[in-house]
């Protein structure tokens, strides 16, 4: 749990640097599902991109609802979310200055902050607070599979029942109408609803996806059987990963989803050219920001 401002103020998680063992997240997952080409990219040549202001407002909605989380249960209320948006925002903006640059010249991020508002009324529109005690937010999840695939990801938040029952709950923040996105949003949770399956033995009992935007929210209930299968895609997909890693022949993947990639002028679909491959990486490649999750 973050704590409250006021109290000791560890850092927004942006962005992991330690060197760790090679590991799938539901992001590169994703977007290697999407286009290999996509994947190397953000994994393998690590090109940097800009956040758009949805990402990053994402980022700092998911930091608000954890420290939100942080205060006693009795002071979750709208008005103490809405106070820690600010101090929330600042504090990213400090670790990374260069987040500055989301904004047009002469642009007021004040503006833009009052729209982060709207989400936070949107989540008490779904749930109140006071009556949740989740086990934990932002929770780092780590599992190795029987093939020797290590999963990681972060859960936005994990309840547990006094019965025993695991709810995993994950807030989207984004603009996009929830249908678009509604297939990687349930790839993501079953991602998740796996690693929670190997790590503690049972199968979350639900699945739940807060639309924020929309102010709807959607419940989701997996079984052993279809997470045995999802299982294999990832196999299957980590498999194709590290085959492509061994002889860098990423693909290109042209789609719609092209309009939202920040890559085209190394694309060849778009008369680009990739960079020259460097090679599999050290440090993790699978590793996935804080940005990433925010969507
Ligand atoms: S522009 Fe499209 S095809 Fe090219 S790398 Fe990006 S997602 Fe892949």
């Not at 080409?37 to 991109?49: N, W």
Request: with cysteine; aromatic share 8%.
């Amino acid at each position: 749990m973050v704590p409250a401002p006021g109290t000791e103020s560890p850092p927004v998680p942006v962005e992991i640097t330690r060197r760790r063992r090679p590991a799938l997240s539901p992001s590169r997952a994703s977007d290697f599902k999407q286009c290999p080409l996509l994947y190397r990219f953000r994994a393998v040549d690590r090109l940097p991109e800009t956040p758009t202001k949805a990402q990053v407002r994402g980022t700092v909605v998911h930091a608000v609802l954890e420290r939100l989380y942080g205060l006693p249960a009795g002071e979750r209320l709208p008005a103490a979310a809405h106070d820690l948006l600010a101090p929330t925002w600042a504090q990213l903006r400090e670790e990374r200055p260069e987040l500055d640059g989301i904004f047009a010249e002469g642009e007021d991020p004040a503006d833009w902050l009052d729209s982060a508002r709207a989400l936070i009324e949107g989540y008490f529109e779904l749930e109140d607070p006071r009556r949740l005690q989740p086990e934990a937010c932002e929770l780092l999840v780590e599992t190795e599979l029987p093939s020797g695939v290590l999963l990681r990801g972060y859960i936005d938040r994990l309840d547990v029942a006094p019965t025993g029952e695991i709810r995993v709950v994950d807030y989207k923040t984004g603009a996009a109408p929830r249908e678009i996105g509604e297939a990687k949003a349930l790839f993501q949770m079953k991602f998740y609803a796996l690693a929670v399956w190997r790590l503690r033995g049972e199968v979350p009992r639900q699945l739940r996806l807060m639309y924020l935007a929309d102010r709807q929210s959607l419940a989701y209930t997996p079984d052993e059987a279809e997470l045995t299968r999802f299982e294999r895609t990832l196999d299957a997909i980590w498999d194709a990963i590290l085959r492509a890693g061994r002889t860098g022949d990423f693909r290109p993947n042209k789609g719609k989803l092209c309009a939202w990639c920040s890559h085209q002028a190394h694309c060849p679909e778009f008369g680009g050219t990739p960079p020259e491959y460097p090679g599999w990486p050290e440090p993790d490649p699978g590793e996935e920001t804080a940005l990433d999750r925010a969507d």
